[in-house]
């Protein structure tokens, strides 16, 4: 008998607004728990979260709230610089964010009494994806529906800018060797960097760029259109895809290559974003007035 793989969220925290947007911070900051941020209409909460996966005495998620940061506008994309730093005294956070006006804001942040942020413009039209550099965090790098992939300093000038032949539609630097970056929707395997993986249509394909171009694997998984695909940070043959936003019970799925079919399926009112645990098999998506947390077996 086929075992059914459709579960709810295992862990739930409520928000004051529609999330757009949520991200675990994927670089070890010495933080005794998980640093997440997310996004609403004109704000930008970073929070800490410990599972009872990870503390015994904890009974399903703790979470608190560190601070929120005031946006102005939509908040459409959140990355995390590798300079935050949670046990160095002042404490560094840095992210940065895109929103619907077409800019970047780089904020910085010691939970105190320093709170600021720049803004980078240059971009005329959305922006799709951004990310820092992951080895030093010293640099940018963004794509747009208006054909270019840009790349920022920290100062907020622009070092670099290619032009793309159609809307760039997310951005990655390679882990390894920064100077590569894919673009269109596509994901490095951070366990196996020769691996990349992305959405397009309804399906998922997933590339060995040691072998040719054709992709290793393909298979469809979203009727209603796939919009995100995103690797386990701790193992190779895990990933993560969904639906695309705005659509009633969107689909989220976690998929292993071991198994032919999905081996988790959540359904989410309305939801975006999607982000791994650093050290856990759990992935988080942000809805309506929720942030919601999906565990799943290695």
Not at 53 to 70: C, H, N, P, V
Not at 88 to 106: Q, W
Not at 278 to 287: S, V, Y
Request: charged share 20%.
């Amino acid at each position: 008998m086929k075992q059914d793989a459709t579960r709810n969220a295992a862990y739930t925290v409520d928000c004051e607004d529609y999330v757009h947007v949520v991200e675990f911070n994927p670089f070890d900051s010495g933080d005794p728990g998980n640093l997440i941020a997310y996004g609403g209409g004109n704000y930008v909460v970073v929070g800490m979260c410990t599972f009872q996966e990870e503390e015994a005495d904890i009974e399903g998620i703790q979470y608190k709230t560190l601070r929120t940061f005031q946006h102005g506008v939509r908040v459409d994309g959140i990355a995390w610089s590798p300079e935050t730093r949670l046990d160095s005294l002042p404490p560094v956070i840095k992210f940065c964010t895109s929103a619907a006006d077409m800019k970047i804001r780089l904020f910085t942040s010691d939970l105190q009494d320093k709170n600021e942020y720049k803004v980078l413009e240059g971009h005329s039209d959305f922006i799709n994806g951004l990310v820092f550099d992951p080895k030093e965090g010293q640099e940018i790098a963004s794509v747009s529906d208006d054909h270019t992939c840009r790349i920022w300093n920290l100062e907020g000038m622009q070092t670099a800018h290619f032009v793309l032949h159609s809307p760039g539609m997310s951005v990655c630097w390679h882990p390894e060797e920064t100077f590569k970056m894919p673009l269109m929707s596509a994901h490095w395997c951070l366990k196996n960097t020769f691996k990349v993986g992305a959405v397009a249509g309804n399906d998922w394909l997933i590339w060995d760029i040691t072998r040719s171009s054709y992709p290793q694997d393909k298979r469809p998984v979203h009727m209603d259109q796939a919009c995100l695909f995103r690797w386990s940070t701790i193992n190779e043959n895990l990933f993560a895809t969904t639906g695309y936003p705005g659509k009633i019970a969107s689909q989220f799925q976690i998929h292993h290559l071991g198994h032919p079919q999905p081996v988790l399926i959540g359904s989410v009112a309305v939801g975006s974003g999607l982000s791994w645990h650093r050290t856990l098999p759990l992935c988080a998506i942000g809805g309506d007035h929720k942030l919601l947390f999906w565990v799943t077996e290695m």
